[in-house]
């Protein structure tokens, strides 16, 4: 993890009283908002960013969205590889929220106060919102198969552009953050059984292949949460590509299978979850594929993908708390998780006897 030489950490609620007092002030001149009402949104557990919605009266669908960032652990260089990307999807085609420039004409802004270093981007306001902001209801006479073939369509979309993108400034690569040396630097010693099947998925994912095909930029995070719905067609836009690296393909894929069970996981027969997730993937696969092709060796590693992707919940859990100063500890969701790990139960454990409809993805607490 990259931490900015001599940098002073600082928390969440301190720069959102320094963006009272000064920052806004500063922005809004940077970045031509004045005029605008700036409206803080709460953060959610894990925000690694302050974000506002900027919005002038009358202008309706010209909102904004502001973000400040200021953990130490990025550069400049990592804030601008993000930018640079969404902007060249936007240019490409992709349904994206676009970068907006400051008057300066710099898609990322830095400024420096007392010592605290921040990065700040301003998008354009998605159209649409948030499947839960719905009440997790689709669209009006749409069948709900339509919201899983778009998921897929756009991604694809979104991929398909990627296999052209040659960076200026590059993010970082899958294996830069996981390696073993990070693993064992941030998962407490007690769990040295997670450390050892972690690092074994390591060691199998080293043998995949990285062809342009298969390997590129990736969002990392593609799920309900990061894109808004635009209810009156079906049309998605993706945003937050804060952890946007270069991946393979089917890691946003396997993303994608995971945040499917929710349309399911109170069902108690494991046959028919089996039934619905294979009918709600097919329907994801035919928009991926209507955009961009995949192998169907790479299909195939859907389970170990998955398995990735629980490393990424895994290693996100324990940044957070570190990131807050707290002491580590296991919930009943991340203990759920690392009993998966553990165990090598394959597909999230939604098959297995481990799961309970009762309590979706929990397991009883670990004692770490």
């Known amino acids: 993890m990259f931490v900015r030489k ?12 320094i963006g009272d007092t000064y920052l806004l002030t500063v922005v809004s001149e940077l970045f031509g908002l004045e005029g605008y009402e700036i409206q803080l949104i709460p953060a959610h ?21 502001l973000r400040i ?35 300066k004409g710099n898609l990322l802004e830095e400024i420096t106060y007392n010592n605290h270093t921040f990065f700040v981007c301003l998008f354009e306001k998605a159209k649409g919102k948030l499947l839960v902001e719905n009440n997790y209801r689709y669209r009006e006479d749409a069948p709900i198969t339509e919201y899983y073939y778009n998921c897929g369509k756009v991604l694809g979309q979104l991929h398909q552009i990627s296999k052209s993108y040659t960076p200026v400034h590059r993010r970082h690569s899958f294996f830069d953050k996981y390696n073993a040396d990070y693993i064992d630097k941030l998962i407490p010693n007690k769990l040295s059984l997670l450390k050892e099947k972690l690092v074994e998925l390591l ?34 836009t993706v945003y937050d590509f804060d952890n946007s690296c270069f991946g393979w393909y089917m890691f946003d894929l396997a993303g994608l299978w995971t945040s499917g069970v929710g349309w399911i996981q109170f069902e108690p027969d494991a046959g028919k979850r089996k039934k619905f997730m294979d009918d709600y993937f097919e329907t994801v ?48 969701v991340l203990s759920y998780l690392i009993k998966c790990m553990e165990d090598d139960i394959p597909f999230k454990g939604f098959f297995d006897k481990i799961y309970s409809c009762e309590e979706p993805f929990e397991y009883e607490k670990r004692d770490i």
Request: aromatic residues 10%; contains cysteine.
């Open 6 to 17: 001599g940098a002073i950490v600082i928390n969440y609620n301190e720069v959102v009283a």
């Open 45 to 65: 557990d894990g925000g690694r960013n302050v974000v506002y919605t900027c919005e002038k009266e009358g202008e309706g669908e010209g909102a904004k969205i």
């Open 69 to 103: 960032a200021f953990l130490p652990d990025r550069s400049r260089e990592d804030f601008l590889g993000e930018v640079e990307y969404i902007r060249y999807l936007f240019e490409h085609g992709g349904s994206v929220s676009d970068v907006i420039s400051s008057k």
């Open 203 to 236: 060691n199998t994912l080293e043998g995949l292949d990285r062809d342009r095909e298969s390997f590129g930029m990736i969002h990392f995070d593609y799920n309900d949460g990061n894109y808004s719905i635009d209810f009156d067609n079906g049309q998605i």
């Open 285 to 332: 696969l035919a928009g991926y594929r209507s955009e961009t092709k995949i192998e169907d060796s790479m299909l195939d590693k859907l389970p170990l993908l998955i398995q990735a992707n629980f490393m990424e919940n895994i290693v996100d859990a324990f940044e957070v708390m570190q990131n807050n100063g707290e002491e580590p500890e296991c919930d009943e």
